[in-house]
T-cell receptor, first 111, second 112 residues
Framework: SQQGEEDPQALSIQEGENATMNCSYKTSINNLQWYRQNSGRGLVHLIL?????REKHSGRLRVTLDTSKKSSSLLITASRAADTASYFCATGDTGRRALTFGSGTRLQVQP | EAQVTQNPRYLITVTGKKLTVTCSQNMNHEYMSWYRQDPGLGLRQIYYSMNVEVTDKGDVPEGYKVSRKEKRNFPLILESPSPNQTSLYFCASSLGISNEQFFGPGTRLTVL
């Protein structure tokens, strides 16, 4: 079953705009991670937020976590064409020794 | 350079012909994992390993085997591949389950 579900499934914006992706999950988590994947390539870790954290920043990335709503958002500010990729959230479940990935958001940044 | 390597990167095979996809990491990570990625389904975990000689099933283990005889290697074995195992496979490693995972470049497998 899909623990993390990203929304929207696809997003197209212009360079310079902000991109926001959301992730919802179902069970209690230890942490939530965001990954990026360029077409057909391996995933690259972007940021990890622990269950006791509410917000985290890394460069142009801002992640929020609302454990009461079981949701997270990834904001990419001032997007660039090079940000075009698929973005996945992954949850570390308190009951499992595994990460569960959602089906991803495909982001297209038009130059 | 810290990395996860997979071989082969591309493989076309026929139903029933046993194959092994190798995975190796040079970061002394304890946790290793195999995923398959299919359109619209995201990444699904096949098997994972917490340490040497410790492996466990993920969400979609049927038709696959793994072994962890050494810390750095975690091969994925398909004893009798079938067309529904046509997919993009990723190996990943990390210090622990709660840590950042490092992914290999992927193996695109086609079973005819």
């Amino acid at each position: 079953s899909q623990q993390g579900e990203e929304d929207p499934q696809a997003l197209s914006i212009q360079e310079g705009e902000n991109a926001t992706m959301n992730c919802s999950y179902k069970t209690s988590i230890n942490n939530l991670q965001w990954y990026r994947q360029n077409s057909g390539r391996g995933l690259v870790h972007l940021i990890l937020i622990r269950s006791n954290e509410r917000e985290k920043h890394s460069g142009r990335l801002r992640v929020t976590l609302d454990t009461s709503k079981k949701s997270s958002s990834l904001l990419i500010t001032a997007s660039r064409a090079a940000d075009t990729a698929s973005y996945f959230c992954a949850t570390g479940d308190t009951g499992r020794r595994a990460l569960t990935f959602g089906s991803g958001t495909r982001l297209q940044v038009q130059p | 350079e810290a990395q996860v390597t997979q071989n082969p990167r591309y493989l076309i095979t026929v139903t029933g012909k046993k194959l092994t996809v190798t995975c190796s990491q040079n970061m002394n990570h304890e946790y290793m994992s195999w995923y398959r990625q299919d359109p619209g389904l995201g990444l699904r975990q096949i098997y994972y390993s917490m340490n040497v000689e410790v492996t466990d099933k993920g969400d979609v283990p049927e038709g696959y085997k793994v072994s962890r005889k050494e810390k750095r290697n975690f091969p994925l074995i398909l004893e009798s591949p079938s067309p529904n195992q046509t997919s993009l496979y990723f190996c990943a490693s990390s210090l622990g389950i709660s840590n950042e995972q490092f992914f290999g470049p992927g193996t695109r497998l086609t079973v005819l």
